[in-house]
């Protein structure tokens, strides 16, 4: 697994950091895989953020706190981009836009834009069995949905808003 995290890295380093929208037009039609959101906010801005009314959505604000100092969460350095969530999705481009949206649920979400602007984010994604040299991977995503996303944080970092 070292390995497969190693090269999906190496993918994601070289890869632009897409606008959600460019994300929509870019990701295949129910193409299943990896997605990273990268912000230039301040750890400060997530600390400030409103408490969510909706009890499914993430407390930004707490989580923030909870995981701010820790050695291996990701850090923000200078004004760059850095990345503050992973996931994962069978359905990979709706699974990276319910991060963003405000609405109801039953299962937890970010709901981002309950207290940020769309632009503020940019996202890297990884598509399973695709031969795009820009995001693909030519594993399946039933090898890698039960420990890359996890892995993956044990070696290059814990990202802010992720729980487990």
């Known amino acids: 697994m070292r390995d497969k995290i190693v090269e999906i890295n190496k993918l994601l380093d070289t890869q632009k950091h897409y606008t959600l929208q460019e994300a929509k037009a870019e990701i295949p039609t129910k193409a299943s895989g990896f997605y990273w959101i990268y912000t230039k906010l301040s750890l400060a801005c997530f600390i400030k953020a409103p408490a969510p009314i909706n009890p499914a959505h993430i407390d930004l604000s707490l989580m923030a706190s909870v995981h701010r100092d820790l050695e291996w969460v990701i850090k923000q350095r200078n004004s760059d981009y850095w ?82």
């Open 83 to 164: 990345c503050i969530y992973n996931g994962k999705g069978t359905d990979l481009k709706g699974r990276m836009f319910a991060g963003f949206t405000n609405t109801d649920g039953q299962t937890g979400k970010l709901a981002l834009t309950r207290c940020f602007k769309e632009s503020d984010f940019r996202v890297k994604f990884i598509v399973c069995n695709s031969k795009n040299p820009n995001y693909g991977i030519d594993c399946s995503f039933a090898e890698l949905q039960r420990d890359l996303e996890r892995v993956w944080r044990l070696n290059f970092g814990w990202p802010l808003l992720s729980r487990t």
